[in-house]
């Protein structure tokens, strides 16, 4: 498997809304995110790269099932 990209909180943002999902809420500095079944929750953390699973997630569902 290739190395994931290194994303901040903003860049996983303007992937998931482009692959269609909303913002259905925000608790403190996590954003919960929502497109059919499938939801996602990012922390926003200024300065603070986003951990690996986190990406992964993100990029599991902008690509969809395979």
Do not use: D
């Amino acid at each position: 498997m290739a190395k994931l990209p290194r994303l901040t909180p903003l860049q996983a943002e303007k992937m998931l809304l482009k692959a269609g999902f909303e913002m259905i809420r925000s608790k403190g500095s996590h954003r919960i995110y929502l497109k059919e079944n499938r939801r996602i929750i990012i922390p926003f953390h200024p300065g603070r790269i986003l951990h690996p699973k986190i990406i992964k997630q993100v990029v599991t569902c902008v690509e969809g099932p395979k």
